[in-house]
């Protein structure tokens, strides 16, 4: 299931281009040398994965508790269900302020690095990157239920990692092409984006009910002796 990461963050990276585009697009870039300036843009990648893969170090531990006690397919299919459900009904959510205290913190933060986009240095870039990565996003919590189900800190890691890996190339072009994509391109996609993260649910769910199927949905004694280690 770690490949649903790499294609949510592929879908999501359109959803970033309003959220995390201006940011982006006012990096601190040495403009002149091609090569200073790549490796400017991939210190800030690495600070937003950085953060995309502590919040799955965490996320994957309570999913590791959740998979020691027997709760492996169960969490699948919640998370699963969980995904599809704010996806179809996102008025359910629009009261909920669960990111309110976290953007509170991430707003100081913020303010306390606006002196960071004048200075261009590899530690402000990833500095940037990582604060850009904690900031409260839809897409971040729905591939965070991916990465509870994943029943260990390990994954859970990888799989926030690849969903910011997916962001990479989308963002990467914002920077180097300021806004290439046009508005209604855009606004189609972000049509589609909803449809997506429905079949990632799907996925999960499918995976809960190992129906047998490889890669899709492993049979549940597979998922068993694979969470057992084989000892010679």
Known sequence: MLYSAFILGLISSFHCIGMCGPIAVMLPLGQSRPLKKLFQI???????????????????MIGKGLHLAGMQQSLSIFAGITMIVVIIFPRLFAGAEFSKPIFNIVSKV????????????????????LLNGFLPCGMVYAALFGAISMGS?????LYMALFGLGTVPLMTS??????????????KIQKI??????????????????????????SELNLFVKAIPQCI
């Open 42 to 60: 991939a210190t800030y990648h690495i600070g937003r994965i950085t953060a995309y893969a502590t919040f799955g170090l965490i996320f994957g």
């Open 110 to 129: 913020k303010a306390a690095l606006g002196n960071q986009f004048k200075n261009g240095t590899f530690k402000s870039l990833f500095l940037i990157g």
């Open 153 to 157: 800190a390990m994954q859970g890691i």
């Open 174 to 187: 914002i920077v180097y092409f300021r806004l290439a994509v046009s508005l209604s391109f855009r606004n």
């Open 193 to 218: 984006i909803p449809y997506a993260v429905v079949c990632v649910g799907i996925l999960f769910v499918l995976r809960g009910l190992s129906l047998g199927i490889p890669y899709v949905s492993p």
